[in-house]
């Protein structure tokens, strides 16, 4: 038997059932336990997550080197055009915006807590040179 059987990541946030509700629906999670302190979900796909309170909570301020990138999630989507509509639409806010038309391989936003994640897209749209 292995001697660690499991993991969640934890964020910490003031508000641990408003982050739940949002990589709920942005995931589509169930709740699976949550305390006065601590709600935890789990998405089809088995990853568990969990949002711990902490009153006194900073967001990173990535990309900013003084508070750098304290913990960072990636999420593979096949339209990064329609995850990103939900990501706004749950209260989510891009971080990277790029100039150049035409499709992106990953984008960066902030969760409503200000935790730093990337939609990445599934498969890659063109092979990288260099």
Known sequence: MALVVAGVVVLDCAEPEKLAAFYEELLDAEQTDATANRV????????????????TATPPSWPRPENSLQVHLDFHVE????????????????????????PFEERGYADPAGHSFTLRRTRATAPKSG
């Open 40 to 55: 935890e979900i789990k998405g089809g796909e088995g990853l568990r997550m969990a949002f711990r309170r902490d009153m």
């Open 79 to 102: 339209d990064l055009d329609e995850a990103e509509r939900k990501v706004v639409s749950l209260g989510g806010r891009p971080l990277e915006t790029k100039e150049a038309a035409g």
